[in-house]
Nanobody, 123 residues
Framework: QVQLVESGGGLVQAGGSLRLSCAAS????????IGWSRQAPGKQRELVAT???????NYADSVKGRFAISRDNANTTVYLQMNSLRPEDTAVYYC?????????????????WGQGTQVTVSS
C-alpha cells in the first residue's frame, strides 16, 4: 500500500516562504519520479514540480525561479521549498508518485497522491 504524507503547509503573507515535506516508507521516493501538484477551489490540479529518480527537476512556468524540489540524502523525504509566495499560490498541495513510464510531466501520470496540505498566502 502506497502511503504519502505531506506536511508543512500553513498561512503565510505574500513574499514569504514555506517548505513542504513529503514522507514515504521504503524505497518509494528513491525509485520513482515524484511530483508536487496543487489544486485551488474550482480549478484543475496543476503539476508544479517534479524530480526524477536521477535527480532531474522540472517546474511549471508559474513557479519557476521561486519553488525548488529536492530529496534528502536518505531518500525518505521529498521537499518543496516555496519562496516569494503569492496569493495565487493558495491551494492544497499534494505529493505524488508517477506510475507511468512516459507522462510524468502531467498530473494524470501520477497514480498515487497523498492527502494534501493547505497553503494559504495572504495579500
Amino acid at each position: 500500500q502506497v502511503q504519502l504524507v505531506e506536511s508543512g503547509g500553513g498561512l503565510v503573507q505574500a513574499g514569504g516562504s514555506l517548505r513542504l515535506s513529503c514522507a514515504a516508507s521504503g524505497s518509494l521516493l528513491r525509485l520513482n519520479t515524484i511530483g508536487w501538484s496543487r489544486q485551488a477551489p474550482g480549478k484543475q490540479r496543476e503539476l508544479v514540480a517534479t524530480i526524477t529518480r536521477g535527480g532531474i527537476t522540472n517546474y511549471a512556468d508559474s513557479v519557476k525561479g521561486r519553488f525548488a524540489i529536492s530529496r534528502d540524502n536518505a531518500n525518505t523525504t521529498v521537499y518543496l521549498q516555496m519562496n516569494s509566495l503569492r496569493p495565487e499560490d493558495t491551494a492544497v498541495y499534494y505529493c505524488g508518485v508517477c506510475s507511468v513510464q512516459y507522462g510524468c510531466h502531467v498530473a494524470s501520470g501520477y497514480g498515487y497522491w497523498g492527502q494534501g496540505t493547505q497553503v494559504t498566502v495572504s495579500s
